[in-house]
């Protein structure tokens, strides 16, 4: 699977919702329940992140899930790919991109997802044929203007900007022509999971994917 074929589908993907929810699971109870919440609300595509020791198992346990596109997040190395096609993710989100990580997504044919903050690593990415990328940390890094101005010399890239938003912001980034969708952890809170409120969350999602872009 080639830069550019990653790229496609990864739009495709940004394209089933107006956000990606970003997930901690820290507990390997939570996850099923968790994407029936979720895609009952009409966010299919998830985003697990391996930050956690059931990070692996918690993609295995969602990918049953029917009607669920589940990838991985905080994918940083090789291993880190293999093991997350292994547990059954469709898709691999980075803070950034190596060359060992890019040459892994394409060994283990799995759609990659990459981050950048500048223009010259949104430039490196689009010659290798990434034209979809994630933007991270998006809040921190100049939110949805320093988006906008990338877009200037860059109309060809599209992004996931990802990292301190909110359903307040998320408006903002949607209604820029080089945004396709938002990643965001709002819709999947800590306090919520550990209470069990799965129909809260479902609540989160509705209105999430209710968000116009």
Known sequence: MTPAQQSDRALELCRLAPVIPVIVVDDLAHARPLAEALVAGGL???????????????IAAMAEVPGAV?????????????????????FAVSPG???????????????????????????????????????????????AGALKSIGGPLPQVTFCPTGG???????????????ECVGGSWVAPKTLMQAG???????????????SR
Request: with cysteine; hydrophobic share 50%.
């Open 44 to 58: 299919p595509v998830l985003e697990v992140t391996l930050r956690t020791d059931c990070a692996l198992q918690a």
């Open 97 to 143: 991109a190596t060359p060992a990580l890019i040459d892994a997504a394409r060994v283990e044919a799995v759609p990659l997802l990459p981050g950048a903050q500048t223009c010259s690593e949104v430039m490196a990415l689009l010659e290798q044929g990434f034209h979809v990328q994630k933007f991270f940390p998006a809040e921190s890094i100049g939110g």
């Open 165 to 179: 938003i909110t359903p307040d912001l998320a408006p903002h980034y949607l209604g820029l022509a080089n945004v």
């Open 197 to 211: 409120d799965w129909d809260q969350i479902t609540e989160l999602a509705r209105a999430a994917a209710g968000l």
């Open 70 to 90: 589940v990838g991985a997040g905080t994918v940083l190395s090789a291993a880190h790919m293999k093991a997350a096609k292994d547990a059954g993710a469709q």
